[in-house]
């Protein structure tokens, strides 16, 4: 009914100073800047590398992007809200 989600990673504000903090996708590094975004296919193993200095919080923003067929969507019941 529901399947796998593509998911979108947003970048709203970095501090410019940080260190660290890049996120891995099939061993690859990709450092975050504001005002960016980068889109993880379903399935893809990531992981994300420690922030060794900054000197703001970053912001980000989530997205999963599910697949679900038409006739299951008057069932769903939104939105759902997660904390983490």
């Known amino acids: 009914?529901?399947?796998?989600?593509?998911?979108?990673?947003?970048?709203?504000d970095i501090c410019p100073e940080m260190t660290g903090g890049e996120i891995v996708v099939d061993d690859v590094q990709y450092k975050p800047l504001t005002n960016s975004s980068?889109?993880?296919?379903a399935g893809a193993e990531h992981s994300v590398n420690s922030v060794k200095y900054q000197k703001n919080l970053r912001t980000t923003?989530?997205?999963e992007k599910y697949f679900i067929l038409s006739k299951y969507l008057k069932r769903l019941e939104s939105p759902w809200y997660h904390k983490g």
């Not at 980068?38 to 296919?41: A, E, G, R, S």
């Open 61 to 63: 923003l989530v997205c």
């Open 1 to 12: 009914m529901i399947f796998l989600p593509e998911t979108e990673v947003y970048y709203v």
């Open 38 to 41: 980068i889109v993880l296919p």
